[in-house]
Nanobody, 115 residues
């Protein structure tokens, strides 16, 4: 099983990034997918999630209107579109897959928002 995140990097405040998480080794379409993040000195927190069935999504309140999660089951990939980035969005972003008791984490990708 692998979850491989990509798309992180350095961006200026107000900028945008799109993170991708490519999954392999399990039946991607049957798993709920989420993005979490962990900022410096902070606990890991949920950013956004998307279900396996109807693709319903949820986001943390602080990210509503700025971040959008989506998935492409044909490509076994989940995305996180991040707009209007702020310095406080600086964190390592992790991809997470869950179905019942089965859960998998990616290795994370660094996002740094700074001028």
């Amino acid at each position: 099983v692998q979850l491989v995140e990509s798309g992180g990097g350095l961006v200026q405040p107000g900028g945008s990034l799109r993170l991708s998480c490519a999954a392999s080794g399990f039946t991607f379409s049957t798993y709920a997918m989420s993005w979490y993040r962990q900022g410096p000195g902070k606990e890991r927190e949920l950013v956004a999630g998307i279900t396996s069935g109807d693709g319903s999504t949820n986001r943390a309140d602080s990210m509503k209107g700025r971040f959008t999660i989506s998935r492409d089951n044909a490509k076994n990939t989940v995305y996180l579109q991040m707009n209007s980035l702020k310095p406080e969005d600086t964190a390592v972003y992790y991809c997470y897959a869950r179905r019942g008791w089965r859960e998998y984490w990616g290795q994370g990708t660094q996002v740094t928002v700074s001028s």
